[in-house]
Nanobody, 115 residues
């Protein structure tokens, strides 16, 4: 299983970014996917989840209404669209999959929200 995130960077408050996570090594279309984030000195926290077909999403209260998770099963890719970004969204963002009772993480992509 391999998960590779991309799309992070430096953005001003109020700006937008779209993160991508390309998955391989398992049947992507049969697995729900999640995004997590970890700010410096803090525990990793769940940002949101999406079901295998993409029909249902759930979000942490802190990002609800600003972030959107979607997926393209033909491309084995899950996305995290982040709008109205705030300085407190600064963190390393990780893609996550649970396959055969094991947790898999990507290497993470840094998102920094600062003026």
């Amino acid at each position: 299983v391999q998960l590779v995130e991309s799309g992070g960077g430096l953005v001003q408050p109020g700006g937008s970014l779209r993160l991508s996570c390309v998955a391989s090594g398992f049947t992507f279309s049969s697995r729900g996917m999640s995004w997590y984030r970890q700010a410096l000195g803090k525990e990793r926290e769940l940002v949101g989840t999406i079901t295998s077909a993409g029909g249902v999403t759930n979000y942490a209260d802190s990002v609800k209404g600003r972030f959107t998770i979607s997926r393209d099963n033909a491309k084995n890719t899950v996305y995290l669209q982040m709008n109205s970004l705030k300085p407190e969204d600064t963190a390393v963002y990780f893609c996550h999959a649970r396959v055969q009772l094991r947790n898999y993480w990507g290497q993470g992509t840094q998102v920094t929200v600062s003026s």
